[in-house]
């Protein structure tokens, strides 16, 4: 179905005319989108093309209009149980010639969707920015969280001293930090002296087979071959000689 602005069929749909009649000059709330995105109303399929008010039903996933807006921000009604809206604006001024000339649009998204379909309603509004009924509260206010702190969650400004170069301490590595601090206690649990690295200070080293042959030398000292002896067992073998051939 084409683009099918509400506003004008709004005697068909008895139980919600008088909400449809009401939007042309004021924003909707919670419960007027909810009670009219339960009827029957026709969807359009094509998007808006012209900067004039309306109200019109899309498929979530359809491209609503083919203006070019500036900026989208996340708004909330105020009431008790605030009805969450896309906000977009535009300045008509310079191309109308009218100072305070604007073209808003407010994107409802009822939820949940099981109940209300997966369809948005989409409300425009061409007036003159400061003026009765479309003052600045009318668009409700920013749906953030810096809008819902309390006092005592503000922040705290800083100034341009606390942002100095001089102000600002440097971070160490943690890693580097732990080798640096390793390395300088194992420094003073060993130090090492000079002295102790001096060369007359270093002891040589012996050859092992060269101390092996100086042991057997000290073995050969130890056991000497006694000549004495060896002449006295000659002589007593040429006494027993003597005696036998007698």
Known sequence: MPTVNLQDIAHEFPDVEEIL????????????????????LPISDEPVTDFASGLYRFVRTSQLDDHEWPLVSRRKTREETPLRFDLSRIDLGSASGVPGDTFERQVYK????NVYGHYVIAHYMRHNVGTEPFSDDDSGEDDNEVSERSESQEEVPVTED??????????????????????LENEEADPVNEEELSVDSVEPVENESQGEEEQGSVNEEDDPVNEDHGLELT?????????KTT
């Open 110 to 113: 009822p939820n949940p969707l």
């Open 162 to 183: 606390e942002l100095s170069d001089d102000s600002i301490q440097p971070v160490e590595d943690e890693t580097q930090g732990e080798e640096e601090q390793q390395g």
């Open 235 to 243: 002589i007593q073998m040429q006494i027993k000689l003597t005696i």
């Open 21 to 40: 009649e009401r939007s042309i000059s004021e924003w909707l709330g919670l419960n007027d989108v909810q009670k009219i995105s339960l009827q029957d």
